[in-house]
């Protein structure tokens, strides 16, 4: 199974959050771009436009669209492919994944599938200066093979070496906080010794 949508572009990640009393919240334009698309996603399913069954086994939705499901049967998770063309003004406006997940998020929750089961991105970017958008493709997977790698034509440089593992930093202490009796021994222990 397969969904299309022409999406607006979204935000950059470089504007999808700001900080507020301390703490990193969605920004206004990132706001404003999921609630509309949320809402957009609504009237589609309340229209009959975006077809979604809430799966009771993945199977059910390949057999109905004739796939084969010999494989199918003890999977219990939903696989998605996306691939997201990025229509710019120009092709040095921004960095083609700084779009990505805000979208990946939007679309997996329409979809009522956990980003987590993403298994595949294709980014690509594109020049339209009369019309930028974004156009989405999501695919349905009957299975992934997690064990698979992925077509070498040669060999890769393992850089892994070069990175050493982040050392953890000891935990701070907690706040500490003003005993008076330990002070004033302290403070009495103090004079003590300096009689």
């Given amino acids: 199974m397969q969904w299309r949508f022409i999406l607006p572009l979204p935000p950059s990640i470089n504007h999808q959050y700001t900080e507020r009393d301390g703490r990193w919240v969605l920004s206004r334009e990132a706001w404003h771009y999921k609630t509309h698309l949320r809402k957009a996603f609504k009237k589609l399913k309340a229209f009959g436009k975006l077809q979604i069954k809430q799966l009771d086994t993945v199977s059910s939705l390949f057999t109905e669209f004739g796939s084969p499901n010999s494989e199918l049967s003890t999977q219990d998770e939903i696989f998605l492919r996306l ?40 980014l690509i970017k594109r020049v339209d200066p009369q019309n930028p958008r974004l156009e989405v493709t999501i695919s349905a997977l009957p299975c992934w093979d997690f064990s698979q790698p992925m077509l070498q034509t040669s060999s890769a440089l393992d850089l892994r070496p070069f990175v050493p593992p982040l050392k953890l930093k000891q935990s701070k202490p907690s706040k500490r906080t003003f005993n008076l009796a330990k002070w004033l021994a302290e403070k009495d222990d103090e004079g003590l010794m300096q009689s």
């Fill in 83 to 122: 691939r997201l063309e990025f229509f710019f003004k120009t092709a040095h406006r921004r960095d083609l994944d700084n779009g990505l997940k805000i979208v990946q998020d939007l679309v997996c929750e329409a979809l009522s599938v956990d980003d987590k089961n993403v298994v595949a991105v294709e």
